[in-house]
């Protein structure tokens, strides 16, 4: 049921925290030209919730949120049969969906683990923000962390099949 | 300045006028010098006596003109967004020697024109 997956939250700023309509610099550089863009996005903090709560801990690793339906006319592709299960079952590599929260988000999410971003922690404490409840928090680090530490083999051993014993 | 964290305002400018004021030390009205005065003032108040041995005052002072450099937080002020009008850029990078520009995007099409949804999969790994 999806309201088990998101809901209003009613604890201390965690992972999985999802920060709604966030403002996210972005800094750039041309030549001898700064830009520092302000961003409203929404974004998800991938930071350790165990790390959040140490005072050293002054920035937050969170990753961009975009509404589903916004992704979905941008991007065609997104409707290919093969895409939407990838997404369902949990199994694309860089994004993360996340369902419609009644009430309080009624579009599908898309978290993109490519677009990160580090923001201060103070300001996201006292945010508006939704929770993901465990274990979908969990399964979004796991997913993440899935992401930071694949290694791609230059060969694999498909091709050696015959060789192995039967 | 090739400075990367902190404003770095210096008191240089703002002593020799508190020098010529005397009396003055404790109530410039110096926008630029405004907590450099009071937090010298406060030191020297409290050193010398309100009456004031101007002599010693004036090293003390010279002293802090060649040691003091006052530190400021990065967090951005406040007031930021509280409101729409422009930020005052040289309240945000007082002491950087860079040319940038500051922009508020009110939502996160930039962002969604720079994903590209991947069809890569662990399926397919």
């Known amino acids: ?166 | 300045m090739a400075a990367t964290t902190g404003h770095v305002i210096s008191t240089k400018l703002v002593i020799p006028a508190l020098l010529l004021s005397g009396t003055a030390l404790t109530t410039t009205q110096s926008r630029q010098g405004n907590y450099s005065d009071s937090h010298l003032a406060i030191t020297a108040s409290s050193m010398y006596g309100a009456a004031g041995e101007l002599t010693l005052i004036q090293e003390a002072l010279r002293k802090s003109v060649q040691e003091t450099q006052m530190r400021f937080s990065d967090a951005p002020p406040s007031i930021w967004f509280e409101d729409d009008a422009e930020p005052s850029l040289v309240d945000l990078f007082v002491g950087y020697d860079t040319s940038f520009t500051l922009s508020l995007e009110h939502d996160n099409s930039a962002l969604l024109n720079e994903f590209s949804p991947s069809s890569d999969s662990w399926g397919g790994m």
């Not at chain 1, 997104?78 to 860089?94: D, E, F, G, V």
């Not at chain 1, 103070?122 to 979908?136: K, T």
Request: net charge neutral; hydrophobic share 40%.
């Open chain 1, 1 to 166: 049921m999806s309201s088990s997956w998101l809901k209003r939250t009613s604890s201390s700023l965690q992972q999985g925290d999802l920060l709604l309509n966030f403002e996210v610099p972005i800094p750039t550089r041309q030549t001898d030209q700064w830009n520092l863009r302000i961003v409203s996005t929404d974004a998800i903090v991938l930071t350790q919730s165990c790390d959040i709560g140490k005072a050293a801990q002054i920035d937050l690793l969170v990753a961009t949120v975009f509404k589903f339906s916004e992704a979905l006319a941008k991007w065609p592709q997104m409707k290919q049969p093969a895409y939407r299960t990838n997404l369902l079952r949990q199994q694309s590599i860089s994004d993360f969906l996340l369902p419609p929260c009644p009430g309080e988000r009624d579009d599908w999410s898309l978290v993109s683990f490519r677009q990160l971003h580090t923001v201060s922690k103070a300001l996201a404490i006292d945010w508006p923000r939704l929770e993901l409840s465990s274990p979908y928090r969990e399964a979004l680090a796991q997913a993440y962390g899935r992401f930071m530490m694949r290694v791609g083999l230059p060969e694999g051993l498909e091709r050696r099949e015959a060789e192995l014993p039967i």
